[in-house]
């Protein structure tokens, strides 16, 4: 009974943190604020935001009309594609949190990945409209198709914005700089990366090499 209630307690509280974000993309500078400091958002209710836009992404080149997506499916690899945002998405919360030091940041990870993916809620709250509004329009009306698709990702960079602004107690100019070292930082992390796995690379191609030499001689 006491195991019941614990859980019918769980799922209240994940849908109030969930239907939040609707709080958090209308009124973002009191949603944000009390999203982490009065804890009224979950990583749970960031991650089901963050599968919504994925779902919304793959959703979006499978059924999108072909007047407004031409998808040549034999180039399509879906884990790349996925990769596209999660990568990122990655990088931004280890680059913003890694400069948090030097900006005199207040958040942890935590709260600047939960911030940033209920940030993300206009997305799949427009993209999946326009999926089946595409399928209903002529392309005499695909301006308002691409305003529509395009005001998602404004609105969206706009609360994130806004999320960082408020978790790390910044001002709106600080918010701007930090955002701008925050981009940089994760270019230093994909040249990096890029470094390590070519040097990875090379030496196992050099192993491959030096083991077929040894064969080759036997």
């Known amino acids: 009974m ?23 993309i209308t009124h973002p500078l009191d949603g944000f604020w009390d999203l982490t400091h009065e804890k009224r958002g ?6 089901t935001i963050l599968i919504l836009t994925l779902l ?8 999108t009309s072909f007047i407004f997506n ?8 879906i884990f790349l594609y996925l990769a596209s945002v999660l990568f990122p998405l990655a990088l931004w919360c280890v680059g ?18 939960m911030a940033t993916c209920y940030g993300m809620t206009p997305y799949p709250l427009i993209q999946f409209p326009l999926i089946i ?25 706009m609360l994130i914005l806004a ?32 470094l390590f796995f070519s040097m990875i690379s090379q030496g196992i191609a050099y192993f491959i090499s030096l083991g077929k030499e040894i064969l080759f001689r036997m």
Not at 42 to 47: G, H, R, W
Not at 56 to 63: S, V
Request: proline content about 1%; hydrophobic content about 50%.
């Open 2 to 24: 006491i195991a019941s209630l614990k859980n019918k307690e769980t799922y209240i509280h994940y849908f109030q943190t969930l239907k939040y974000s609707l709080y958090c």
């Open 42 to 47: 979950s990583i749970a209710a960031a991650n």
């Open 56 to 63: 919304a992404r793959i959703l979006k080149l499978q059924y």
């Open 70 to 77: 031409k998808v040549y499916w034999p180039k399509i690899n």
């Open 96 to 113: 913003n949190w890694g400069l948090t030091t030097l900006f005199d940041g207040k958040g942890r990870l935590s709260q600047v990945y």
């Open 133 to 157: 509004f595409s399928n209903m329009v002529t392309v005499d009306e695909a301006e308002f198709y691409s305003v529509m698709s395009a005001a998602s990702l404004v609105w969206a960079a």
């Open 163 to 194: 999320a960082m602004s408020q978790i790390h107690e910044y001002k709106m100019s600080k918010t701007l700089l930090f955002t701008v070292a925050t981009g940089f930082a994760m270019l230093v992390m994909i040249f990096i990366l890029l």
